[in-house]
Nanobody, 128 residues
């Protein structure tokens, strides 16, 4: 089965940090951009960051820019999301997926319907 496995979530106080991992299973990120999404209770899933297959191009939404950093280790076929200065509004289930239509990343890349190989997500809870 082709999918990703997210890990690294947990409970942290506001101002704290977490590092999420997204490991590819059954495929490689070598040819696909990768996106991180999150879904808070009662809200729609939103794309927050993406990275191109080469790792050279990245994008962040305004809500996380300056606090989150996305990176990729193609040798391990793993994408990371370093989250610093976390806020209670960052509380959500975080998902990673591969953009099967693009190898490069831009603001237009964060469309959920372009992504596949979704994982089960990892829960992030930020207390105030």
């Amino acid at each position: 089965e082709v999918h990703v496995v997210e890990s690294g979530g947990g409970l942290v106080q506001a101002g704290g940090s977490l590092r999420l991992s997204c490991a590819a299973s059954g495929f490689t990120f070598e040819y696909y951009a990768a996106g991180w999404f999150r879904q808070a209770p009662g809200k729609e899933r939103e794309g927050i960051s993406c990275i191109g297959s080469s790792g050279r191009d990245t994008y962040y939404t305004d809500s996380v820019r300056g606090r989150f950093t996305i990176s990729i280790d193609n040798a391990k076929s793993t994408v990371y999301l370093q989250m610093n200065n976390l806020k209670p509004e960052d509380t959500a289930v975080y998902y990673c997926a591969a953009n099967l239509l693009r190898a490069h990343c831009s603001g237009q890349s964060l469309r959920a319907y372009e992504h596949d190989y979704w994982g089960q997500g990892t829960q992030v809870n930020v207390s105030s």
